[in-house]
C-alpha cells in the first residue's frame, strides 16, 4: 500500500482492495474514530469499547509497512519515474486494469445496474481528468488548507484516486507542498489536522455504505479505478497536459510491463485468500 502511495494515479486503497483487506481496514478506521469521538466527549467506558474493536494486531502492522514503504522506496521510485516513466506508467497501467477485474469479482451480487455505476463514475472522471491545467489556489486560508487535508486523505482508504491528485485537482498542491518545504507547522499542523477529522468522517460514511449497499459502492470504487487510468496512460502528449497520444514506438516494452503488472495483482490476490481453496470438513452432529 506505501508503493502505491507513492505512485501517480494508484492509490493505497487499490491494494487494499485486491489483498482482501478493504473492509477490514475501513472497519478498524471507524472504529478507531469512534472512540476518539467518545474520548473527547469524556465518554471513558465508550472510548475503551471501540478502541477494543481496532484490530491493532493488523493495524499495527500494516501502518508499519507504509511507512517503511514510503521512507524506503521514495528516491528510487522518483529515479525510475524519472529514467523510464514510459515503461513504469505501463506497469502501473496493467496493474489498475487487473485491480479492476480482481474488484468485479468481489461483487456479491452483480448485476446490469453495477456494470452502469461504475461505467458512469469511471467515464466522468476520466473526462474531468482531462479537462485541461488546475486553477491554482492563491494565498488560501487555514481553513482551506483545513478542507484540503481533509479532502486529500479520502485517498487512504478510496481505491482509484491518490491524495496528491485531489490536492492537484483543488489546486491546492503547490501550497501544501510549499508547507512542508519551508517548514511551516501551523499550515502542515491544520492540515494534518483536517486530515485526521476527514478521515474519521469518511470511514464513518463509507463503513456505513458498504454495510448497506456493498456492491452499489463497489461498483463506484471501479469506476473510479478505471477513470484514473486516464493519468497513467504511458503517452500523454507532454508532461504537463491531460491530452493522450497514440501508443509511440516502444509500446511493445508498455505491453510487456502491462502484462507484468496485470500478472501481479493476479498472484497478489491468490496469494491473499488461500483459504478459499480448503474445503472444511464436515462436523459430526451430536
Known amino acids: 500500500m506505501g508503493t502505491a502511495d507513492l505512485v501517480p494515479g494508484v492509490s493505497g486503497g487499490t491494494i487494499a482492495l485486491v489483498l482482501g ?45 507504509i511507512l517503511t514503504a514510503v521512507a524506503t522506496l521514495a528516491s528510487l521510485l522518483d529515479h525510475q519515474l524519472e ?8 506497469l502501473f497501467f496493467g496493474l489498475v486494469v487487473g485491480s479492476v477485474i480482481i474488484a468485479w469479482r468481489l461483487l456479491r451480487h452483480p448485476v446490469a445496474s453495477h456494470l452502469l455505476i461504475a461505467v458512469v463514475v469511471g467515464v466522468l472522471l476520466f473526462v474531468s481528468l482531462g479537462l485541461g491545467e488546475e486553477a491554482l489556489v492563491e494565498n488560501p486560508t487555514l ?24 490536492l492537484l485537482l483543488i489546486g491546492m498542491y503547490p501550497a501544501v507542498l510549499n508547507a512542508v ?11 494534518a489536522l483536517g486530515a485526521i477529522m476527514g478521515l ?35 503517452w500523454p502528449v507532454g508532461v504537463e497536459s491531460s491530452g493522450l ?32 481453496d480448503e474445503v472444511s470438513e464436515p462436523q459430526p452432529v451430536v
Open 83 to 90: 529514467e523510464r516513466p514510459t515503461i513504469l506508467a505501463g
Open 200 to 234: 474519521g468522517f469518511f470511514s464513518q460514511v463509507l463503513h456505513w455504505a458498504l454495510r448497506r449497499h456493498h456492491d452499489v459502492i463497489l461498483a463506484a470504487l471501479i469506476g473510479l479505478m478505471a477513470g484514473s487510468l486516464r493519468i497513467l496512460w504511458p
Open 143 to 166: 481553513l482551506i488548507f483545513f478542507g484540503s487535508g481533509a479532502l486529500a486523505i479520502c485517498a487512504m482508504i478510496l481505491p482509484g484516486i491518490s491524495g496528491s491528485l485531489i
Open 21 to 65: 483487506i478493504y473492509e477490514r481496514l475501513v472497519t478498524s478506521i471507524r472504529e478507531g474514530s469512534s472512540a476518539l469521538g467518545f474520548l473527547a466527549r469524556g465518554n471513558i467506558g465508550r472510548f475503551r469499547e471501540h478502541l477494543r474493536k481496532v484490530e491493532w494486531m493488523f493495524l499495527v502492522p500494516l501502518v508499519v509497512g
Open 181 to 191: 518545504d519551508e517548514r511551516d507547522f501551523l499550515v502542515v499542523g491544520v492540515f
Open 245 to 276: 497520444e497514440a501508443p509511440g514506438n516502444d509500446w511493445l516494452g508498455v505491453f510487456i510491463a502491462a502484462a507484468v503488472g496485470l500478472g501481479v495483482v493476479f498472484a497478489v490476490s491468490r496469494l491473499a485468500e488461500p483459504e478459499d
